[in-house]
């Protein structure tokens, strides 16, 4: 909240949350602070910088920043979503995985140089997910500052003692959710809501209200939202039982539990879920799971793609309820749908040898067939 800024019912200039941002027109020639380096603050502190005389964007803690564009401009979810790598970071440490991706990071660029290296590693925080912030940054357009200790009439004081005058702050400090057109049904506090598998109340007489979307995902949300209402309508059609609620409420303890135990401290981290996890949760649910077993006995070419390439919403259309028997194609062709649009002019292409050589990927495939049990 707002209040929680001293002196800001004094201070003079325009003040505003950035869910009534419009336009960064508004704010052309003016110096203004945007508070809070989430995926919302820094795209803010981007896009005002463009015609604001000067940003400074404050931060408590500092952030590692994720591209969009990865590796030969690939998009980034398309790299990490993958089930191989879901399968290496249940090998690995946390702190061996922190390592690795912090030292990625650097190498594009150096977070301590451009005063945004936060304490907590990389897996500790939902990303901020920004291209062009280091540009703005390097370009003296954006400035990074601490937390904001106070503000006057015209200013905001930082927590270093360091003062810049200004015309208007942007907070950018998240949100709170809460449903009061269901009390009685839920009930919020601090963001965190009892939901089983963040969807389903435990304690209803019946199943007749499902939540859609109430979820943080590190991946897109709407393939989960879909997944969602897939196993919502089959509860509500009886189709589906939903478990004893004992079970239901020791689920989400354990949730709740985990993400405590692994997220910083913060009102943002209490819906968080990861995407190939949490979808094959709900697939469970549905029966829509792909059996990665049965894949490789049976049709290897598109078990590796299902391993080894991105897990995208055709893998639930597979089996089971709402099955697509054009869902098999549809994962062999996603690679070249995804650079298609990219291809508005015809360049010639070298023949180049493949990222990873079919029989690599065989081998590595056979390699943790003794483990996809305990990975199912």
């Not at 499902?210 to 209402?229: D, R, V, W």
């Not at 062999?332 to 010639?348: A, H, S």
Request: hydrophobic letters at 40%.
């Amino acid at each position: 909240p707002l209040s929680t800024f001293p002196g800001i019912e004094k201070f003079k200039g325009r003040y505003l949350h950035s869910r009534d941002y419009k336009d960064a027109r508004d704010f052309t020639d003016k110096r203004v602070v945007v508070i809070g380096i989430g995926n919302s603050g820094s795209d803010l502190a981007v896009e005002i910088s463009q015609a604001a005389k000067q940003v400074f964007l404050s931060t408590r803690r500092g952030a590692w920043i994720l591209n969009r564009v990865g590796e030969q401009g690939y998009p980034m979810d398309i790299i990490f979503t993958t089930r191989m790598k879901i399968f290496l970071k249940k090998l690995l440490s946390s702190s061996m995985v922190s390592d690795f991706m912090e030292k990625q990071l650097n190498t594009r660029f150096n977070h301590s140089h451009y005063g945004l290296k936060p304490k907590h590693r990389i897996l500790d925080q939902h990303p901020t997910v920004n291209d062009d912030l280091p540009n703005r940054i390097i370009s003296g357009r954006v400035l990074v500052k601490p937390n904001i200790q106070e503000f006057t009439e015209t200013s905001a004081i930082f927590e270093d003692g360091t003062r810049e005058e200004i015309d208007a702050v942007v907070f950018a400090t998240g949100y709170s959710f809460s449903f009061p057109f269901l009390e009685g049904c839920v009930k919020v506090v601090e963001n965190q809501i009892p939901l089983y598998k963040f969807m389903f109340p435990p304690d209803l007489e019946k199943p007749t209200l499902a939540f859609i979307g109430l979820i943080q995902p590190l991946g897109a949300i709407m393939p989960i939202s879909e997944l969602q209402c897939r196993w919502a309508t089959r509860v509500f059609k009886g189709l589906n039982k939903l478990p004893p609620r004992h079970d239901m409420e020791t689920d989400i303890k354990q949730k709740r539990e985990a993400m405590a135990k692994r997220y910083v401290k913060s009102q943002r981290h209490t819906i968080q879920v990861d995407y190939i996890p949490y979808m094959d949760e709900l697939a469970s649910q549905v029966g829509v799971k792909p059996n990665l077993l049965a894949l490789f006995l049976t049709d290897p070419r598109l078990a590796l793609e299902v391993f080894f390439g991105p897990c995208t919403p055709y893998q639930y259309r597979l089996r089971g309820p709402g099955h697509w028997a054009g869902a098999r194609e549809a994962i062999l062709t996603q690679q070249q749908r995804v650079v298609k649009p990219l291809q508005t002019r015809t360049v010639d292409e070298q023949p180049s040898a493949t990222a990873m050589p079919l029989i690599f990927k065989l081998v590595g495939a056979m390699a943790v067939l003794a483990v996809i049990f305990a990975y199912m």
